[in-house]
C-alpha cells in the first residue's frame, strides 16, 4: 500500500505565499518522479511542477519564477514554495509520484487526494 498525503493549502490574499508539502508512505522502494498537479474549476487538471530524482525541474509557463518546487528524498517528500499568488492560482493542487512498490517490476504513477488553494483579490 502506497499513500500520497498533502499539506499547506489553504486561504491567502493575492500577492501571499503558500508552502504545500507531500509525504509519501507505504511499502516503497525507490522513487523516480515527484510532481504537483492543479485543478482549477472547470478546467483539466495541469502539470504545476515537477522533480526528478536527479533535483532536475519543471515549470509551467504561468508558475516560473514565483513557483519553487523541492525534494527531500530521504523523507519520501516533494514541497511546492509558492509566492506571489494570484486569483488565477486558485485550485485544488495534487501531489503525483512515479514510483516502484515492493513487490512491482515496474514504476507506476501515484496521486494524493489533493489540498485546496484558495486566493482572494
Known amino acids: 500500500q502506497v499513500q500520497l498525503v498533502e499539506s499547506g493549502g489553504g486561504l491567502v490574499q493575492a500577492g501571499g505565499s503558500l508552502r504545500l508539502s507531500c509525504v509519501a508512505s507505504g511499502s516503497i522502494v525507490s522513487i523516480n518522479a515527484m510532481g504537483w498537479y492543479r485543478q482549477a474549476p472547470g478546467k483539466q487538471r495541469e502539470l504545476v511542477a515537477g522533480?526528478?530524482?536527479?533535483?532536475?525541474?519543471d515549470y509551467a509557463d504561468s508558475v516560473k519564477g514565483r513557483f519553487a518546487i523541492s525534494r527531500d528524498n530521504a523523507k519520501n517528500t516533494v514541497y511546492l514554495q509558492m509566492n506571489s499568488l494570484k486569483p488565477e492560482d486558485t485550485a485544488v493542487y495534487y501531489c503525483?509520484?512515479?514510483?516502484?512498490?515492493?513487490?512491482?517490476?515496474?514504476?507506476?504513477?501515484?496521486w494524493g487526494k489533493g489540498t485546496l488553494v484558495t486566493v482572494s483579490s
Open positions: 503525483n509520484a512515479h514510483l516502484l512498490r515492493s513487490g512491482d517490476t515496474s514504476t507506476r504513477a501515484y
Open positions: 522533480i526528478i530524482s536527479g533535483s532536475s525541474t
